[in-house]
């Protein structure tokens, strides 16, 4: 707008004050709804996601392939130079694993849970389980063995029986039955067979009615030898005598009935015996594992010394559980996350000592579903096939709520609570690392403590921290700001009306948010403090002209603008009170003529101070990143609101409650400018100008050198961030000493997540490489393993490697070879199509995957995708990284793996396939490279835009084409020694420094702006360039320096924040500020000096 159009727009606003006022509250109100209406969702620390290929690719394999996207709750138990090996400490982890399933909601969320202390439980309760098989073997032996030696003993004794006949037989043929040694011989034998008989029967330990059988049937055996021998004295060839085989055949139904007969309820039940043994064997092979209650009773049986055998076998491989270590949904042994598979070793952090068998901690997981019923957050549908509609409906493959599921959620925090009951330790309080005694009887006596880390529990404690924050940092900005605002307004009712216009703001930005569906995350902590740091700048600047017209310092010299306000009032803005709008030097206006004259002279620059910054945080729209383009339009339009509320509202309500107090409680409100009278902030101010008249060269050079330096500082800004970059740090040593309310918890999350990455294998740190194209290209799996081959051999590679030295990437050959190992279809069929010996098949792979899909189809879906009509669209690498590696470098080496694939199996001009690398690491060096791009392209679109807007805003008014360049190099200036500070104080840029380009040209453009406007308007007063300056900074360089202290205050008391954002945004827009004042006040008027010379030799 014009010079007469802000004239006549601050004539309506002041006639019409009250309707001013109902319009803007009213409308106030309509925006403000959004923020009830409508339910914004929340995003995850640090959490930023980009449109690349990396993540599409991402999308495409998490919709075409079975991912694991189960929650994971890690329990570690430590104790810093203990050991948490043994016995009381593994029985201690049993029972807390005890305490969670013994948790209805919790457990109902919990899948299963893998951790050393189930695999040694395990380990135990199966030696228990086979020594207990090998004892009912051992005894069932021994009855067996007992049982045959009593079946050979009557066995004996009827064959012993026979010979006794067969002697008898003899004695009659050859002795006369009346001659008296007959009788004494036939009563010796009959002596001799009872004498058999009883030995048998006691040998085989009959009972008298067995006893009487035994001795009938050997009776009757003795009946039928008499017949055989009959049969052999009465002819040659007995065996061909009819009745000889029936007397045989009779003699064996003897032989069963006097041996196994007597005995077949002991061979019965011996028999029964062996069948249970192994029945209750296969059952045990077959089984899921042992209950946590028998694992702890296995465990319990032992001493100290035998845990300590039992461990060291177990991490050694020496043992292994009776199945898979599928689990039995309680605890599972030896499913360990991650690139671990069954390595147990992953259960023990990196100080694990064979030799001692000890360890200072260890880690346990919780793998947590969504029950059945409960709501919760969906993930991509798991094996789902991708094909040719996969293409088009990836970009909505992740549209679910990337939060986790309440029940979840809940269950993490109780788990945190039941780790501190159990071991002293926990994170939900807070603390992270606690100590002491297992909290209840049921635990082993044990100093272990340790922390529990989950995704709820970080949001959580974040929150807490947060909390905690600003309840240490509110009261402090508070005093500043409130102090400060008292120092500069010295009046408690200007300071009241800026608060409401604040208030204003505050509503338009919750209601924006609710309206525009912007999701909530941390980068827009940054808007709020933002938008009453320019609700400051805005309300001092209208507050400090509208005292100086009030004074009568305004409106002074001839200026046409301020005159033709003054002669305009005596009709439209002539108020009740019979204010006239005429005025000479120094004479005092009243309350409506003074907005008049004041709100004229400053609405034009607030209009352009609100369009410049509100380019440079909407240039942020360009950013690959959809939180940033949400903070650039959130912010565009809450600063539209500061205008509206500082631009209409304010001035209304000013003119309504200074006119109020002076009519009718005869009240003056007519109050000095800050700044304007002299003094040592008139001095301080005057510097500048000083500096400008002596050496504006020497100042310009100055600046311009800290500038050049910052800018190549900026270049090695580091741009690697993690999540414990956004995670809260333990309070300083001063807070200890705050009053209760004030003290904050004690924060060891980041030291906790720290520790995780250093001692045990991250379960998410895997990259993959989506292989789309001819996956059954010959050619495909050997290009496969010549890159595995290369990946390993650089001397900073972070790709794992496995125990023989091979890159650890599972891909289709590696589960094939696995499969082979326990199929022989597939072994076979993989050495028939490796016609080259090399163990790489290089013909018919389509036949091969089909015979893999055939033995094992979830380990096939895994890394082979499949369609309804058997052709293969996809495969996939999985690919082990260091947790600890930076992004950039795994993206850097997962790439060049990817590339490699691609160059083996080109064969002419194109690859057989593509190969893309994606997962975690990957996506978020992406995400690294965005954020340096959303720097770069916001800077060059805010330059480019505000400069052409200034350029031509000064040319159309005042016929000043350079003017508008040499007030936008202040702030440019200002950035680059911005830059330059953050990598001196190695801050990086990250979710909320990305957006430092932006922030610090459009507060400082703000400044830069009231400075040159005003300049225009002193330059036409004044005869020299230096009074004009020197009345530029008297006029406005007050309300600069309250509106700067003030932001700047508040911003910087973030800096005493725990949460480590609100830190660094607190201290980079602390410094933005300052910096664009200073640039402001020594700086621009050198390079007006400058300029105002230049322009006079060109005009001589």
């Known amino acids: 707008m014009s010079s007469d159009r802000a004239d006549r727009y601050a004539e309506v606003l002041v006639a019409r004050s009250k309707l001013v006022l109902v319009v803007v509250f009213l409308l106030t109100a309509v925006v403000g709804t959004g923020a009830v209406v409508t339910e914004t969702e929340d995003a995850g620390i640090g959490e930023f996601e ?58 109902a969320t919990v899948d299963e849970m893998v951790g050393l202390e189930a695999v040694v439980g395990t380990a135990a309760y199966t030696e228990d389980r086979v020594a207990a098989f090998e004892e009912r073997g051992e005894e069932l032996g021994e009855r067996q063995a007992d049982l045959e030696d009593r079946r050979d003993a009557l066995e004996t ?39 058999v008989v009883e030995d048998a029967v006691t040998a085989a330990e009959l009972d008298d009615e067995a006893a009487s059988e035994y001795e009938e049937i050997a009776r009757e055996g003795r009946g039928l030898e008499s017949a055989l021998v009959g049969i052999e004295q009465a002819t040659d060839d007995p065996e061909a005598t009819p009745g000889y085989q029936e007397v045989e055949t009779a003699l064996e139904g003897i032989y069963a009935a006097g041996t196994v007969g007597l005995l077949e309820d002991e061979f019965d039940a011996l028999e029964e015996d062996f069948d249970a043994l192994e029945a209750d064997r296969e059952e045990f092979a077959d089984d899921d594992g042992p209950t946590i209650e028998e694992q702890r009773e296995a465990l319990e049986t032992r001493s100290g010394n035998e845990v300590e055998t039992l461990v060291a076998d177990v991490l050694e491989g020496d043992l292994a559980g009776p199945d898979d270590g599928s689990g039995n949904g309680e605890s599972s042994p030896t499913a360990t996350p991650g690139a671990g598979g069954d390595d147990v070793t ?50 909505d493959a992740d549209d679910d709520d ?69 309840a240490i940092i509110t009261p402090v900005a508070l005093v500043l700001v409130l102090g400060i605002l008292g120092i500069t307004y010295r009046d408690v009712v200007d300071v009241l009306v800026g608060l409401v216009g604040i208030g204003v703001v505050m509503v338009w930005l919750a209601g924006l948010l609710g309206w525009l569906e912007i999701p909530t995350s941390q980068l827009l902590i940054a808007v709020p403090f933002l938008l009453i ?41 002539a108020d009740s009170n019979g204010e006239s709008a005429s005025a000479e030097a120094g004479v005092a206006r009243g309350v409506r003529t003074g907005m008049v004259l004041g709100l004229g002279g400053v609405v034009l620059a607030l209009a352009a101070a609100t369009f410049s910054t509100g380019i440079g945080f909407l240039s942020n729209v360009v950013s690959p990143l959809p939180a940033i383009q949400d903070f650039a339009v959130l912010s565009a339009g809450g600063i539209f609101a500061t205008f509206v509320a500082f631009g209409v509202l304010v001035p209304a309500l000013k003119v309504e409650v200074d006119g109020l107090l002076e009519k009718r409680f005869d009240r003056d409100r007519a109050k000095p400018a ?48 993690n999540e414990a970059d956004f995670l809260p740090e333990d309070a300083p040593e001063w807070a200890s000493y705050l009053p209760g309310p004030l003290e904050p918890d004690t924060y060891t999350i980041s030291d906790d997540v720290t520790y995780l990455g250093d001692n045990f294998q991250d379960p998410d740190s895997q990259a993959q490489i989506l292989i789309r194209g001819d996956v059954t290209d010959p050619a495909l799996l050997a290009a496969i393993e010549d890159a595995r081959a290369e990946a390993t051999t650089g001397e900073n590679t972070t790709i794992d490697a496995r125990a023989d030295g091979t890159a650890a990437v599972d891909g289709p050959l590696t589960v094939i070879e696995d499969v082979a190992e326990t199929n022989e279809t597939v072994a076979d069929g993989l050495a028939q199509r490796d016609t080259t010996g090399d163990g790489v098949p290089d013909e018919d792979l389509e036949g091969l995957y089909d015979l893999l899909y055939e033995a094992d189809d979830e380990a096939a879906t895994s890394i082979l995708e499949r369609t309804d009509e058997g052709t293969y669209d996809s495969a996939r690498l999985v690919v082990s990284v260091r947790g600890d590696a930076p992004a950039q470098t795994v993206a850097e080496d997962v790439r060049g793996i990817a590339g490699e694939v691609e160059t083996g199996t080109t064969d002419g001009d194109e690859p057989a396939v593509t190969a893309v690398a994606t997962g975690g690491p990957v996506t978020t060096a992406v995400v690294q490279d965005a954020l340096l791009e959303t720097l770069v392209q916001a800077f060059a679109v805010t330059l480019v835009v505000i400069g052409a807007f200034l350029t031509i805003l000064y040319w159309v008014r005042h016929r000043a084409l350079s003017l508008g360049l040499v007030t936008l190099a202040p702030v440019v200036a200002a950035l680059a020694w911005l830059l330059g500070t953050m990598a001196v104080l190695d ?114």
Do not use: K, W
């Open 50 to 107: 980009t449109d690349s290929e990396e993540q599409a690719a991402l999308e495409y394999v998490e919709a075409a392939y079975e991912e694991d996207d189960r929650e994971i709750t890690q329990i570690v138990v430590r104790e810093d130079g203990g050991d948490v090996l043994t016995r009381e400490s593994l029985l201690d982890g049993l029972a807390l694993q005890q305490d969670i399933r013994a948790n209805e909601s919790v457990n």
């Open 157 to 195: 004794g009827l064959d012993e029986s026979r010979e006794l006949q067969r002697a008898f037989e003899e004695l009659n043929a050859t002795a006369n039955e009346t001659d008296p040694t007959y009788q004494e011989a036939s009563d010796d034998l009959e002596a001799e067979f009872d004498a």
């Open 346 to 395: 992953a259960f023990v952090s990196d100080d694990y000592d064979p030799d001692e068998t000890t360890a200072e901690s260890r880690v346990t997981f919780v793998f947590h579903e969504v029950p059945d019923g409960a709501s919760g957050s969906d993930g991509a549908d798991g094996g789902a096939e991708a094909g040719d509609e996969a293409d088009a409906d990836q970009a």
């Open 402 to 470: 990337d939060g986790v599921p309440e029940p979840i959620a809940a269950a993490q925090l109780e788990i945190d609570s039941l780790f501190e009951e159990r071991f002293g330790g926990g994170s939900g309080d807070g603390s992270g690392n606690g100590g002491g005694d297992s909290a209840n009887g049921d635990g082993g006596d044990t100093d272990d403590g340790g922390f529990v880390f989950g995704q709820a529990i970080t949001d959580e404690i974040t929150s807490n921290a947060v909390g905690d924050s600003f």
């Open 533 to 573: 740091g320019l609700s400051i700048d805005y309300a001092l600047h209208v507050v400090m002209r509208y005292r100086e017209a009030r004074a009568g310092t305004l409106g002074i010299g001839g200026d046409p603008g301020d005159e033709s306000a003054a002669d305009s009032t005596d009709g439209a803005a």
């Open 674 to 721: 800050f700044g304007v009278t002299p003094g040592p902030i008139n001095s301080i101010l005057g510097g500048g100008v000083a500096l400008a008249r002596r050496a504006p060269f020497v100042v310009v050079f100055v600046a311009l050198l800290l500038a050049v330096g910052g800018a190549y500082g900026a270049t090695g800004i580091d741009t690697e961030f």
């Open 987 to 1100: 801050v990086p840029f990250n979710s909320e420094t990305a957006v430092i380009t932006s922030l610090a040209i459009g507060l400082g453009v703000d400044y830069s702006i009231h400075l040159g406007e005003r300049y225009v308007v002193e330059r036409d007063r004044h005869g020299t360039v230096t009074d004009a300056l020197e009345a530029t900074i008297t006029g406005t360089g007050g309300a600069l320096l309250g509106s700067a202290a003030t932001t700047a205050a508040g911003f910087g008391v973030l800096a005493l924040a725990l949460a480590p954002p609100l830190q660094r945004f607190g201290l980079v827009t602390g410094l933005s500020i300052i910096f664009a004042f200073v640039a402001c006040v020594t700086v621009l008027p050198s390079l007006l000096v400058l300029r105002e010379r230049v322009l006079e030799r060109v005009g001589s």
